[in-house]
C-alpha cells in the first residue's frame, strides 16, 4: 500500500541567489517535502532496511543544498529531485524549497518554488526530447527485454525506452543523426542503447539488421516502408510486440503531410500489414503526434507475435 512520508521544515544555510553578492554568504534555507512510497514492507516487518528512511533523505538534503551554490531555487529544486528518484525508492515527490530571510524590502515571510514530481514524469524529463505519446500511454504492454526503434530519427523514444531499462537497439540513415544520439546516449549513461546507421529502403533481398526472432519490443513511428513489414514481423520474439504509428491518408487530405500520399497509410491498411499479429490496441483518427501544437491523422497500432502453441489471429 502507498503512504506518504512527510519532512517539515527542513532548515539549513545555503548559498542561493541570482547575483554574486547574495551567493557570497550563506543564508537560511528550508524545504519540505510529501513523499509518496510503499509502506506495505516497513509496517510488517518494523526494519527500517524496508523503508525510505527519512533521516537519510534530510542529510542528503542538506549535504547537496548546502554544499551547491545555485542562481536559482529552481535549479535546485530540481537537482533534489534527481536526487530523491535515484537514491530512494520513491514514486512520487511534492518539494517545496523557500528562502526564509529573502533580500526584498517588503516580504516579511518567506519566498520559494514547490514542484510536485512522479518518477516516470521525471525520467521522462531527463531524456530530453519528449517521447511519443502513444509510446508512453503503451509502455504497460511492453515486455521488458530487448528493443528495436525503426527510423528512429531524433532518438525521442529510444533514449525514454533505455532510460526505462530496455536493451535499446536504434537505427535511422541519417549518420548525422545516429551520431548525436550516440553522443547523448553517453552523456546520460545510457549504456544499453546501441546505434546503427542503415540505408532501410535500399534495393535488396537480405535484411540482416531485422535477425530472426531477437526482439521483445520492435517500434515504428511516422515512417513508413511497406517492404519492411515480413522482416518486421519476422525479427520479433514469440510474444514480443510492435507498437506503430504514422500518417494516414486524411492527414496528406487535409495537411498535405507528408509531401507525397505514398507516405501515408490507407485506412485499416496498417491492420493488413500486420494481419498475422495478434491485434492488442487499434485507432485511426486525429491525435496527438508530437509534431508540433496541430493534432495530426494517424494510425495507431499495438500488436503480438504469436507465442508457444497460441494462434496469431486469436481475439484481443
Given at each position: 500500500m502507498a503512504g506518504t512520508i512527510i519532512i517539515e521544515r527542513l532548515e539549513f544555510q545555503g548559498r542561493c541567489g541570482v547575483t554574486p553578492e547574495e551567493r557570497r554568504r550563506p543564508q537560511p534555507l528550508a524545504v519540505d517535502l510529501e513523499l509518496e512510497c510503499q509502506t506495505d514492507p516497513a509496517a510488517a516487518s518494523d526494519d527500517i532496511r524496508q523503508a525510505v528512511d527519512y533521516a537519510q533523505v534530510a542529510d542528503r538534503i542538506v549535504e547537496i543544498a548546502a554544499t551547491q551554490d545555485c542562481a536559482l531555487l529552481e535549479t535546485l529544486s530540481e537537482r533534489l529531485l534527481t536526487m530523491l528518484f535515484a537514491e530512494f525508492p520513491v514514486e512520487r515527490a511534492k518539494i517545496w524549497v523557500r528562502k526564509l530571510a529573502p533580500p526584498l524590502e517588503h516580504v516579511t515571510g518567506s519566498v520559494g518554488v514547490q514542484l510536485v514530481r512522479s518518477r516516470l514524469a521525471h525520467r521522462i524529463q531527463d531524456v530530453g526530447p519528449t517521447p511519443s505519446r502513444f509510446l508512453t500511454q503503451q509502455l504497460h504492454r511492453l515486455p521488458k527485454g530487448k528493443a528495436l526503434d525503426v527510423a528512429a530519427g531524433s532518438g525521442r523514444n529510444s533514449l525514454f525506452l533505455a532510460s526505462q531499462g530496455f536493451q535499446v537497439d536504434a537505427m535511422d540513415r541519417d549518420e548525422q543523426a545516429m551520431?548525436?544520439?550516440?553522443?547523448?546516449?553517453?552523456?546520460?549513461?545510457?549504456?544499453?542503447?546501441?546505434?546503427?546507421?542503415?540505408?532501410?529502403?535500399?534495393?535488396?533481398?537480405?535484411?540482416?539488421?531485422?535477425?530472426?526472432?531477437?526482439?521483445?519490443?520492435?517500434?515504428?513511428?511516422?515512417?513508413?516502408?511497406?517492404?519492411?513489414?515480413?522482416?518486421?514481423?519476422?525479427?520479433?520474439?514469440?510474444?514480443?510486440?510492435?507498437?506503430?504509428?504514422?500518417?494516414?491518408?486524411?492527414?496528406?487530405?487535409?495537411?498535405?503531410?507528408?509531401?507525397?500520399?505514398?507516405?501515408?497509410?490507407?485506412?485499416?491498411?496498417?491492420?493488413?500489414?500486420?494481419?498475422?499479429?495478434?491485434?492488442?490496441?487499434?485507432?485511426?483518427?486525429?491525435?496527438?503526434?508530437?509534431?508540433?501544437?496541430?493534432?495530426?491523422?494517424?494510425?495507431?497500432?499495438?500488436?503480438?507475435?504469436?507465442?508457444?502453441?497460441?494462434?496469431?489471429?486469436?481475439?484481443?
Open positions: 551520431a548525436q544520439l550516440a553522443t547523448t546516449a553517453k552523456q546520460r549513461g545510457l549504456t544499453n542503447l546501441t546505434v546503427r546507421t542503415v540505408d532501410l529502403e535500399r534495393t535488396t533481398d537480405e535484411r540482416p539488421e531485422f535477425p530472426a526472432q531477437t526482439y521483445d519490443v520492435i517500434l515504428v513511428f511516422f515512417y513508413l516502408h511497406r517492404a519492411l513489414f515480413p522482416a518486421l514481423l519476422e525479427s520479433l520474439k514469440p510474444n514480443g510486440i510492435l507498437i506503430y504509428e504514422t500518417f494516414t491518408i486524411d492527414n496528406y487530405l487535409r495537411h498535405r503531410h507528408p509531401r507525397r500520399w505514398e507516405f501515408c497509410l490507407a485506412h485499416n491498411e496498417l491492420l493488413r500489414l500486420t494481419s498475422n499479429l495478434r491485434l492488442l490496441s487499434y485507432d485511426e483518427g486525429e491525435h496527438d503526434g508530437g509534431h508540433g501544437p496541430d493534432a495530426v491523422y494517424t494510425a495507431q497500432l499495438v500488436a503480438q507475435q504469436a507465442g508457444p502453441g497460441s494462434l496469431p489471429h486469436e481475439p484481443a
